[in-house]
């Protein structure tokens, strides 16, 4: 075990950004069109450092898996952008935006990149209103903003129920300019599966074109990984179908650590299963939490006749229903941070309480709301939510309440980078979710677009030229022979997966991999159950290898092997994300050990032991993997236990 | 619910590639429930496939909540199938009876080329875009974002004009394979505002001169693209760009020089 440096600027915490911008290497401006750059994924993250870097000069070479970068699953993102733009008079500032975000994490992030995100994301909402991107507005003509959950003040900034989609679209926007002014070259449908070292520095990639399988390397100075999270590990998730883990994990084989891989956000407001035929599960913005009341009737006999259809949520008297949110928090209500919301949802559901027809899923309600606002007041907020409501469940949110549960929804662990966002592989760097660096143990609602968009935007623009400076503008070496070497090891990899010819589809390993980790490593585990869970998941790795079956052959669209190569990490995620969890004998954020609550049942950390970033290290090929700590230290904000009362 | 399970036939389009002639193949899916979304019921007959050893049917599709824009599907001789105001991935299969014959095309147009069964070629939306879909901005040269005021019923217009997801329905359902609405929704988005008043009329050109060079058809105002438009994207929008292509082509020309210059 080694102790990680993460490269936090001494000084006070306003000024380290500031003096660190000041202290970073240039490259000068006629050396930038000698260097390359491979920016691999295009949402938020990815669109905005591939459009900024080449807005500097660098030659830039981005990829996606989607036929067109504005497919990324940024898209999907609804709520809202967090800005400490302080327009609604409120008592917000930057200091408070790091201050939430730190408590919002159960303090397992760092203090210099949490302040940063907070300060540069004033320059955020500028950067994209100046793009055209069409936020919601007052009737004076500017900008509207909204509460979320985890935050006292109206901080965030939103367009509809489809804040990703428009930031998306500025983004992807400055990137067309690009692409048309030639300093971007897009690759569309293809897929990165590997990453080429050369004497330990990350000079290239290696991906499969999805149209004809051809497989290719890539060279450029470094390399930047921006392909979002892992929560498709669980099989049901809010990500879409194809986000994956495989181009980190190929990464993390590659030498480069992966942090905190437990840490994963269950979402408390989405719709629930419908049966085994279910291939994804849809998000129910936080923000229907400001007006929406949560709430699950106070007696098991009640729940059973809701279960049964025999009545009806309108029939149930006032006097029968437990607001348990407002009730058990009442300075927060039903605005309390996404890990506390969605187990308070499971315990009404483990005990009974559970309404629909399965019993797993509590009420949201909006009948106050309209009561007091009007309908179309509650529609001009909401109504792309409650007709994306109906069109799955075929049930009216205006006259009844909408069910929900929650659902897998956000991975805070991801890549180990430091300050700069270099991984520990020079060379290599991770923005966005991809990486682990500002959401702690959980991530507050409208902070994933801050950080996407603050690193591509405002940070790697800067931390990128300071290494590129250092390494010098000399051509990499695309003949070298680690390219090849790389590319062989793909291609055997592939043929592998192509000889699998057993009696089990690839969806069925990855379906019952979710349920392992669904079950086991989801919203409470325990050492018995994560213990079960590790042996089950390499049982289920040692058979997929056996009895998968993977149709078609290379030279084609074939579907069924992408997802083969993608499932096959998965496998081996999951196993490293069962370890971490074990590890970590604390409860932190959406990290709940059983063992580890207080005497009210919330999450108990252990500041003592486990205040560190747990950075996982690839041994080889089953073998153990190595953890590597970063202490965390916390100079400037004072650890307490959490308390939405 | 198990008694509200439906058997439906399936007429398919197959075809291997861009170069080979595609076919209507016929598949039995059975046992499909009306909580299923479309593309829930297709997984359903693609996990039976692969259990054959045969080619899964082959269809675009991502965030499968209506916002990608990545599914497409024709269905039944409608894009996004029966339903109004949605896509094909919101589409649920309460929207069918049992024992239903559904016929399932990919989109058909010149500019977008199949390239496996249900999968077309959708880049020519991208190119139209980098024409001059954008503001030209750098980052972090802004200023502060409350210092322009835009009257509430401009931005809301403008937003409207925004949602669009670039599936392609719209041209899939012209009988010209037009790609106006989806051109013109940009267009008319960035016109409306104040930030994109600078380009205003170079942006325009650039990006009808490349909707014409991708080979999509003429406007004839039949209006099945505004009303197969999943996001509900309204027709005025191709007024005001027409409107805008013909005051820049006539009284403003210089617009093409500006942008020419603005390249570099």
Known sequence: MSLL????????????????????KLVNPANKRKYDVIVVGTGLAGASAAASLAELGYNVKAFCFQDSPRRAHSIAAQGGINAAKNYQNDGDSVYR??????????????????????EVSVNIIDQCVAQGVPFAREYGGLLDNRSFGGSQVSRTFYARGQTGQQLLLGAYSALNRQIHLGKVKMYTRTEMLDVVLVDGQAKGIVTRNLINGSIDTHSAHAVLLCTGGYGNVFYLSTNAIGSNVTAAWRAHKRGAYFANPCFTQIHPTCIPVTGDHQSKLTLMSESLRNDGRVWAPKTVEIAKQLQKGAIKANEVKEEDRDYFLERKYPSFGNLVPRDVASRNAKEMVDDN??????????????????????????????????????????????????RIYPAVHYTMGGLWVDYNLSTNVPGLYALGECNFSDHGANRLGASALMQGLADGYFVIPYTLGDYLATIGPKPVDAKHPAFEKTKQEVIERINKLLSLKGTKTVNEYHRDLGHIMWEYCGMARTAEG????????????????????????????????EKAGRVADFLELGELMVDDALMRRESCGGHFRLESQTPEGEALRDD???????????????QPEVLNKEILDFEFVHLTQRSYK | MENNNMNLTLKVWRQKNADTKGAFVTYKAEGISPDMSFLEMLDVVNEGLIHKGEEPIHFDHD?????????????????????????????????????????????????????????VDRSSFDRIQQAGGFVSVN??????????????????????????????????????????????????????????????????????????????????????????????IKMTNISKMNNDYFSAKLFREEGVHEHASSGE
């Open chain 1, 353 to 402: 309480r559970g309404v629909g027809g399965s019993g797993i899923a509590v009420f949201l309600d909006f009948a106050d709301a309209i009561h007091r606002l009007g309908k179309d007041a509650v529609s001009a907020k909401y109504g792309n939510l409650f007709d994306m409501y109906y069109q799955i469940t075929n049930e009216d949110p205006y006259t009844q309440p909408m």
């Open chain 2, 139 to 232: 980052t972090g040269v802004t200023i502060d974002a409350n210092s322009i005021p835009i009257p509430k019923v401009i931005a809301d217009e403008a937003f409207n004009s925004a949602t669009c997801i670039g599936c392609g329905a719209c041209v899939a359902a012209c009988k010209n394979a037009s790609a106006m609405l989806f051109v013109s929704a940009k267009v008319t988005q960035l016109a409306m505002l104040p930030q994109g008043q600078p380009e205003r009329w170079s942006r325009v050109q650039a990006m009808v001169a490349q909707m014409d060079a991708e080979g999509f058809g003429n406007c004839t105002n039949t209006g099945a693209c505004e009303a197969e438009c999943p996001k509900e």
């Open chain 1, 97 to 118: 935006l790091f201050y939430d975000t730190i408590k919002g994490g159960d303090y397992r992030a760092r203090e210099g990149n949490v302040y940063r995100l907070a």
């Open chain 1, 530 to 561: 994560l213990t079960k869970a590790k042996g089950l998941i390499s049982a289920l790795r040692a058979d997929f290898w056996k009895n998968a079956i993977v149709v078609g052959e290379n030279e084609e669209v074939n579907p069924a092997l």
């Open chain 1, 5 to 24: 440096n993460a490269k936090i600027p001494e000084g006070p915490l306003a000024e380290k950004w500031s003096k660190h911008k000041f202290n970073l």
């Open chain 2, 63 to 119: 965030c499968r909540e209506g916002i990608c824009g990545m599914c497409s599907l024709y269905i039944n001789g409608r894009p996004h199938g029966p339903k109004g105001a949605i896509t094909t991935c919101q589409l649920h299969m309460r929207s069918f009876h049992d024992g239903e014959i559904i016929v399932i095309e990919p989109w058909r147009a010149a500019a977008f080329p199949v390239i496996k069964d249900l999968a």
């Open chain 1, 608 to 622: 003592d032991h486990f205040a560190f970033v747990a950075a996982w290290e690839y041994k080889g090929d089953n």
